[in-house]
Structures are given as structure tokens and as C-alpha cells.
């Protein structure tokens, strides 16, 4: 059964979105044939876009829909995407700023054209791109996944070609305004997905709260159906779970902004101000995660019963919301998908055009061609994202963007450290990225695809996230690597950055800059 | 004031404060009970939505704090 209504709502907030991604090339106008320009809207972004842009970023459709199924599913270890998303920016706050400076002086646009001239190295920069275009692609076909359940939630359940239509012209449309407008498309389409997330959220919260009996029924109810499921779940954490739950939350914190989609976000700043105090203001939308990963509970205490845990939210809301209510939510998920698409796709196209297209193809490539290539590739990325998710099994896509915040971990020492001290070997960095990535693959494959492992050593055991793990022997490897590399007098290569390019800019310039800042 | 060691911010000291957010987060320990409850809602729950908050808080409170120029 088709909801007409919801339909009508969907499709009228899905054209305006459209008709303003196509508007994007008009704002703030200038040279889109500059890369700079394309890719991150010439860093010229302030606080207030900024929010709307990094938030629509890194809360993405998928994590709309995955976090309460999890909960829906496994209970109170569903719950970790909190603390996840709570440490993170503390971190970010301290290490973001100081790429931006670098990035800015030395005009990188991706964590790769910063390993390639700090390390002096095309291998590790190659390194990096790889890693980064790899754990994209998945977390691309993710949002397409996301997309899927909410149209079929509207009662699109064709099967075939025709079923998948609705994602196909969807992204179809995305791929023409990110191609033209670049970074300022998904920039504008962010104003609108995050009102509409915001509004559905806290909306859909104090209803369902009151619906559903309160808090107390709600969780007494979920406590009681999740004890009785074949693989039983609890509301309340158990201490065998506790390791697995603070591995999984450092370890998913410390990967996200290691993620190529992200930093392009952050780049886009027009200064360091603006990253800081957006770290301390994106946090807002961490409390709409966690209120929405009680959806989950709440759909047990609602009595849905979904056949994929994925379905439980749609199915919640489809039960208990007015159709007007249900197309508005599901038009912003769908649009919730769009914005971080359309990102992760120019910065996998940014690192394949930097360190593939111009190190190995074509050295001598112009400003314009370079931004031509970038244009093509974003859409390339698209198509193969398409092709992931409409040939290959859904679940192929999830597993695959399992291992891919593992591997995205591994870029993390030549990064992170590398942004601070370059005590570590270049070719250490390299091989200890190389046995990182073999031990996420190999320990994400024995366990049958779960994000924990349990280790044990002799007596102890220790179950925790595989992306950590494998950056601890990552960390451990490039360590004994650097000793072995100067021992037998192995090349650092030349830096070819200098320690101001790590610093504002001095003197007055500084100045001028907070007052402007601290007046508006 | 092209050294780096003489642009060094007085009050770097002041990011130290951010690893308490994550130290409270990340130790399940600390939270993973059910009791006191508030309007219904377990211990566990509120506690991590109440620091995503004072996350925010402690994070504002560097930010002030380590600026350099204030006008």
C-alpha cells in the first residue's frame, strides 16, 4: 500500500532541495573551474554554515536509521554512538585547527597532498588516497541503502528495475548539481536536511514519550521483550560488554575525522575560529543521536515487529505518525542521504585527481583540468556506489563499511602523528599501515563480519573494537619499523613543510582577524 | 615571532581539561546502572546525554580560554 500523502509531502520537500542544489553555483559566486573553489567552496565558510555543513555531514542518513536498529536489536551496546560522538570533537578541537593552518598554507585539499609533502613520500600519500577512497565508496552505497528503506517504507516495494527507480533518479539528480556546483550544492541542500531532521527529532520524541506511556513503560517494555529474544539484550550494559563498548566508541571517534569526507567538511572553514567554536556547537546534534537511538526502544515498546532491524524506525513511524508527519520524516532522511553523498564523493574524487590522476597519470595537469577530472571521478564515484548497492546484496555493502572505519584507522599515525612530529619513518608508516590493514580485513572476516573481537592471551582476554586493535599493532610495527629504517640509515626524505606553516599568521593580520570575528 | 616556542599560548595548560569528557565517557564502569533513575529514564541513559552537554561546556571553556587575542 502506497501512502499518497506522505508520497505528495516526500516529493515536494525532495524538489525544493533539488532546486536549490542547482542554485548553489550562484552562491557566493566565483570560479568553479579552480579546485579550491569546487571542492571547498574556497574555505570561505563561517560558523553558522559551517554547523549546518559539518553536522549534515557526519550524521548521515544511514546513522538515522543503523544506530536505533541496533538498539532495536542488541540494546544498550547500540548505545555506544554516544560516547562516540561526545569525544570526538574534544579531539577534533585540538588537531583540526592545526591542519587547517597547513592545509591552508601549502594548499592541500586532502589528508594525502599532507602525507606526500610532510613524508616526502608518493607511496604513503598513494597510501592514504587508497585507504580513503576505499572506506568512502561503502559509506556511499550506505546512504543509498538508508534511501531505499525510507522509499519502501512509503510503500514503494517494486521489484526490479522499477523498484529501484526512485534511488536511481535521486541520485541521478545529486550527482548534476554536485558536478556543477560542487561543494556549495550539499552546502545548501545541509540548511535544509538538518531543519527538517531537528523539527522531526524532537517532534517525533515528545510524542512518541506521551503515546507510548512515558519513559519508565518505555523502557520497562524494551528490557522485558529483549530478555526474551533468541540472542537476548539488556537496557543496561553489561561489565562483559564494557570493553567492547569503550573500544568501540574511542575507536569509531578517533576514525571519523580520519574519514576523507570529513576534513573536507572542516577545510571548508574560512578560518580556525570556525572550527573551534563549531566544535563545541556540532555537539547539538549528538543529543538528536541519542534520542533517536531510543527510537529503537521505542519501537519494541510500540509492539513493531520488523523483519530487518533496519525497518524498525520507518515501521514506527509509519504506525504511530499521521502520513503528512511520515513524508516529512522520511524526506529527511532521503535528504539526510544526500548531503554526506554528495561530500564523500568530492573528497574521494579530490584524493584520486591529487595523489592518483596528477602523481601517476598526468604530473603536468592544469588548475581547470585538474577540477574537470575531480568533476568526472565525483560522478564515477556515484555510479559505482549505485552499481554496489542495486547489484550486490544489501549486506555488502554494511559489512564492507564495517571493516572501513578499521581500515580508515590506519591512515591515523601518518596523519595525527604526522601532523605533530615526523619521528616516525616514512617507510615504517607505510608498512605499519599495510599490516593494519591486513589485520582489520583478517580479524573482521574470523569473526563473521562483527565489529568485536575477543582476544585471548593465555589466561586474559580482552574483547574489544578490531579497528583498534589493528591500530595497535599498526602503531607497534611503524615503531620498531622507524628504529630498524634509521639503524640501516634508510632516507627520511625532505619536509617540505616549515614549522609556521603550522601557525596563524603573525602580527597584525592576527589581530585584525579576532576583532572582526569577536564583532559579529 | 617566526619560532614557534615564542608563539606558545600561555595557557596551553587549558587543554588538558578536554580529556575529562572523554574519560568520563569512555569508562562504562562509571555509568552502566540503571539506578538513580530520572522520570524514568536509567542512570546509564542520562548520564551520556548529559555529557554530550558538559562536553560541550568543557570544549567552550578551552576555546575561551586559549584565545589568543581578546577583544
Known amino acids: 500500500m502506497i501512502l499518497w500523502t506522505a508520497v505528495a509531502v516526500f516529493l515536494a520537500l525532495f524538489i525544493l532541495v533539488s532546486v536549490m542544489g542547482f542554485m548553489a553555483t550562484r552562491w557566493r559566486p566565483s570560479n568553479l573551474d579552480d579546485i579550491h573553489e569546487w571542492a571547498l567552496a574556497g574555505r570561505g565558510f563561517g560558523t553558522f554554515t559551517s554547523w549546518f555543513l559539518i553536522g549534515g555531514d557526519i550524521y548521515t542518513a544511514y546513522t538515522f536509521i543503523a544506530v536505533p536498529a541496533l538498539v532495536y536489536g542488541a540494546g544498550a551496546l547500540g548505545f555506544f554512538a554516544l560516547p562516540y560522538t561526545t569525544i570526538v570533537y574534544p579531539i577534533v578541537f585540538v588537531f583540526a585547527p592545526r591542519f587547517w593552518l597547513v592545509a591552508k598554507h601549502r594548499g592541500y585539499i586532502t589528508y594525502a597532498d599532507f602525507a606526500r609533502e610532510r613524508f616526502d613520500s608518493r607511496s604513503l600519500a598513494f597510501a592514504v588516497a587508497f585507504t580513503g577512497i576505499l572506506a568512502t565508496m561503502p559509506y556511499i552505497a550506505l546512504q543509498l541503502v538508508g534511501m531505499q528503506v525510507v522509499i519502501a517504507g512509503l510503500g514503494f516495494t517494486g521489484q526490479g528495475l522499477l523498484g529501484d527507480l526512485p534511488v536511481i533518479v535521486a541520485f541521478a539528480i545529486l550527482a548534476i548539481y554536485t558536478y556543477r556546483g560542487g561543494l556549495r550544492a550539499p552546502a545548501m541542500v545541509a540548511f535544509v536536511k538538518d531543519a527538517l531532521i531537528y523539527i522531526t527529532i524532537i517532534g517525533a520524541s515528545i510524542v512518541l514519550v506521551s503515546k507510548l506511556g512515558g519513559f519508565a513503560h518505555i523502557f520497562q517494555t524494551a528490557s522485558a521483550v529483549l530478555a526474551q529474544r533468541p540472542k537476548p539484550g539488556t537496557i543496561i550494559l553489561p561489565p562483559q560488554s564494557f570493553t567492547a563498548y569503550a573500544t568501540l566508541s574511542l575507536g569509531s571517534g578517533l576514525a571519523l575525522f580520519m574519514y576523507p569526507h570529513a576534513i573536507t567538511g572542516v577545510l571548508s572553514a574560512k578560518n580556525t575560529t570556525v572550527i573551534k567554536r563549531n566544535m563545541a556547537l556540532i555537539p547539538a546534534y549528538s543529543v538528536l543521536l541519542g534520542l533517536n537511538a531510543l527510537f529503537g526502544f521505542m519501537a519494541i515498546a510500540a509492539g513493531v515487529h520488523a523483519a530487518s532491524p533496519n525497518a524498525a524506525v520507518p515501521l514506527l513511524f509509519v504506525k504511530m505518525f499521521p502520513q503528512w508527519f511520515v513524508g516529512m520524516s522520511f524526506a529527511a532522511i532521503a535528504i539526510g542521504a544526500l548531503v554526506p553523498a554528495a561530500i564523500m564523493s568530492i573528497a574521494a574524487a579530490n584524493l584520486f585527481t591529487r595523489s592518483i590522476y596528477k602523481e601517476y597519470i598526468k604530473p603536468a595537469c592544469s588548475g581547470p583540468e585538474e577540477t574537470r577530472v575531480a568533476r568526472y571521478v565525483s560522478l564515477a564515484v556515484k555510479a559505482g556506489a549505485l552499481l554496489f548497492v542495486l547489484l550486490l546484496p544489501t549486506q555488502f555493502a554494511i559489512y564492507f563499511q564495517l571493516l572501513a572505519g578499521a581500515w580508515i584507522l590506519q591512515t591515523l599515525p601518518t596523519i595525527l602523528i604526522g601532523l605533530y612530529t615526523r619521528r616516525l619513518h616514512r617507510r615504517a608508516l607505510f608498512v605499519g599501515w599495510l599490516a593494519g590493514m591486513i589485520t582489520a580485513t583478517w580479524m573482521g572476516i574470523v569473526t563473521g563480519y562483527t565489529p568485536t573481537i575477543t582476544l585471548h592471551l593465555g589466561g586474559f582476554s580482552l574483547a574489544g573494537y578490531i579497528g583498534l586493535f589493528a591500530l595497535t599493532l599498526n602503531l607497534i610495527v611503524t615503531i620498531v619499523g622507524t628504529f630498524i629504517c634509521d639503524g640501516l640509515g634508510v632516507g627520511r626524505g625532505q619536509d617540505a613543510t616549515s614549522p609556521t606553516d603550522y601557525l596563524d599568521d603573525t602580527g597584525v593580520a592576527s589581530r585584525t582577524v579576532v576583532r572582526k570575528l569577536s564583532v559579529t | ?71
Do not use: C
Open chain 2, 1 to 71: 615571532m617566526n619560532d614557534p616556542a615564542a608563539r606558545r599560548n600561555p595557557r596551553r595548560f587549558a587543554y588538558w581539561l578536554l580529556a575529562i569528557p572523554i574519560v568520563a565517557t569512555l569508562w562504562p564502569p562509571l555509568y552502566a546502572h540503571a539506578d538513580p533513575e530520572i522520570a524514568g529514564i536509567p542512570f546509564f541513559y542520562w548520564y551520556q546525554f548529559i555529557w554530550v552537554v558538559l562536553s560541550s561546556v568543557v570544549t567552550v571553556t578551552v576555546y575561551l580560554l586559549t584565545r589568543e587575542d581578546k577583544t
